[in-house]
């Protein structure tokens, strides 16, 4: 019987996260708080440190490694091969002189107080890696994981995550196990096999399979298709002894080059929204608040050295390799926290004995100390974005201007533009129309021939649903004057129209219907605010109506009709072209 049957084993512990996550995050929202720190104290209040609402602690953190593996995925889809071997450099000497500092520095400073020194490299160790998950959540907000402050943070994350690798591997290695040089060469020739064959399936396999999987034209499909990918490829790495969370950055990888790599983004957005909340939560529920209230001055004064220590240690690797002034400051405060990878080094040591610092209570120390620096990262952001400005020069001024456009991009943001929705035949005679009179457009489209065809004639195309939130900041829907939806029939169009009145208010969204009655039905709710319903002159009133709000005179868009149309033959071809969902 329903009423009989107990809840799945995780369904009660999400339930409970999700409810009272967001009733106390969206409380932390009103008070002005960042939504990070709304969440991390949702998981102090919730958790066995506070009054215990969960559990299952166990299952949560299951939940927020998916949160983590989605945010490493986005994030290579983000960040493609181009990219990465742009930033190379960055990635190898700034990764390896900010760990080495960092772990150097803090290794001196335990073995000060008479620690043993493989505790205190351990120590060192942890304390080195940042936190991923928060900085490209915070890079993300701000839509600044390409910014220069972006690549230099992205950069030495990307080394940070590859390095937890060797540091689990070291782990029982400082704990007293001994292990030959061949688990080293292993470890080596593991990581080595694993790029190639990323870059080798990046360049051949996955473009092709994902093009295919976009023609079918279902949503279903090429989500499940892209959670395969990423799942599928974690997996595989882990049997290989590597994170799963690694594994996603590389799963994301082989997607951005396919050229449906901004819709894969798209669709997965949504679940990585969810899950990396999750994972904020679960890092709450680890403090222990009676510690930190007993212990409160000294996790300040712990935080207080981690923050000099990692500041100190990044802006010397962003300075070593010739960075703007205002990025070395800007980056040395984003990363000026501990990760959540140290949790999982943390257990690796402590199963062979060691413990941070070697205290008797380290692991609770190292928690709160972390919970607060993750806590505090937001505002650490602010105050990096001030100090960075008031250090910028003209000089930097000209290193920090946008360099040149990577083939992947779209180009420079657009305002007061037209964004159309779809590629058939009517779209393309309101954009003939638009290009005659020099008004910009952005072609948005989740059909790959008509994507291709777009390509073939010479236009950018945005390959995506325009009813996507990222797709529609993609399009600049924020910034359009009007949104083109003449391809779609009424379900679509609505659906268009909802998330164009959400980013922008004022927009105008122009649509076609087949008869009058589907116009009506558009039209009732004030959704769309033209519809051309009529069957002979529909194109021309399209083109009348879309050009008409950009002052263009009526001689000059009588003009446009006759050069676009042409012929009577245009208008019943685009009147009788078969209304597409997804063109």
């Known amino acids: 019987m329903l009423l009989a049957a ?53 299952l949560v953190n299951q939940s927020a490694d998916i949160g983590v593996m989605l945010l490493l995925f986005t994030l290579g889809i983000e960040f493609n091969l181009r990219r990465v071997r742009r930033l190379a450099p960055l990635i190898v000497g700034g990764g390896a002189i900010q ?38 959540k915070m890079l993300s907000e701000r839509r600044a994981t390409t910014s220069p402050t972006g690549n230099v943070s992205v950069a030495l994350l990307i080394f940070q995550d590859l390095a937890i690798v ?17 688990d080293v060469l292993l470890a080596v020739g593991k990581a080595v096999g694993i790029v190639v064959a990323v870059v080798t399936i990046a360049r051949t396999l996955v473009p092709r399979l994902m093009r295919s999987v976009a023609r079918y034209q279902s949503g279903e499909v090429f989500l499940l298709t892209i959670l395969a990918i990423c799942f599928g490829t974690a997996y595989l790495t882990s049997l290989l002894d590597v994170s799963i969370s690694l594994g996603a950055f590389l799963a994301g990888l082989m997607v951005s080059e396919s050229r449906v790599a901004t819709r894969a983004l798209g669709e997965v957005m949504p679940l990585q929204i969810l899950f990396s909340a999750t994972f904020f939560v679960s890092i709450g529920m680890l403090l222990d608040p009676v510690y930190l209230v007993r212990n409160a001055l000294v996790v300040i004064g712990l935080a207080l050295v981690v923050v000099v220590v990692k500041v100190t240690a990044t802006a010397a690797a962003a300075a070593l390799l010739r960075q703007p002034k205002a990025v070395v400051f800007s980056s040395a405060l984003v990363l000026a926290q501990i990760g959540e990878f140290s949790f ?14 070697g205290l008797e209570a380290g692991t609770d120390a190292f928690i709160a100390v972390t919970v607060l620096l993750m806590a505090v990262s937001p505002y ?21 201007s946008p360099p040149a456009p990577d083939p992947a991009d779209h180009g420079e ?99 076609w219907a087949k008869d009058t009655a589907d116009a009506s039905d558009l039209q ?13 002159a529909a194109v021309d009133a399209l083109i009348n109506h879309t050009l008409g709000h950009f002052q263009v005179p009526e001689a000059q868009t009588e003009a446009v009709m006759h050069a676009v149309l042409g012929t009577d033959d245009h208008d019943v071809a685009g009147e009788e072209v078969e209304d597409s969902e997804n063109r």
């Open 6 to 58: 107990s809840a799945p084993p995780l369904f009660e512990e999400l339930a409970v996260l999700l409810v009272a996550g967001t009733l106390i995050a969206l409380g932390a929202a009103r008070l002005g708080v960042a939504p990070i720190v709304g969440f991390l104290a949702a998981g102090v209040v919730i958790g066995p440190g506070g009054v215990g609402l969960i559990g299952d602690i166990d």
């Open 99 to 136: 760990v080495g500092l960092t772990t150097g520095l803090v290794t001196m400073a335990v073995m000060a107080f008479g620690v043993e020194w493989r505790t205190a490299l351990f120590t060192g160790l942890l304390v080195s890696l940042s936190s991923t998950a928060i900085v490209l």
């Open 166 to 182: 060797a540091m689990v591997l070291a782990a029982p290695l400082l704990g007293g196990e001994t292990a030959g040089p061949g």
């Open 344 to 357: 999982v080094l943390e257990r690796a040591g402590e199963a062979v004995g060691l413990a941070p610092a």
């Open 380 to 400: 650490a952001l602010r105050l990096g974005d001030a100090v960075a400005a008031r250090a910028a020069t003209e000089t930097d001024q000209e290193k920090l």
């Open 413 to 511: 943001p657009l305002t007061d533009h037209v964004v159309v929705s779809g590629y058939g035949a009517r779209a393309q005679s309101v954009i003939e129309a638009l290009e005659m009179v020099s008004v910009p457009y952005t072609i948005v489209t989740v059909d790959p021939e008509a994507e291709e065809s777009a390509h073939e004639d010479g236009r950018a195309v945005l390959a995506g649903d325009v009813a996507r939130h990222l797709i529609a900041e993609r399009a600049g829907l924020k910034d359009a004057r009007i949104v083109v939806a003449v391809d779609s029939p009424p379900e679509r169009v609505e659906q268009i129209a909802r998330i164009a009145r959400e980013h922008n208010p004022a927009v105008v969204v122009l649509a």
């Open 524 to 536: 009732h709710d004030g959704l769309v605010d033209h519809v051309v319903a009529e069957r002979q």
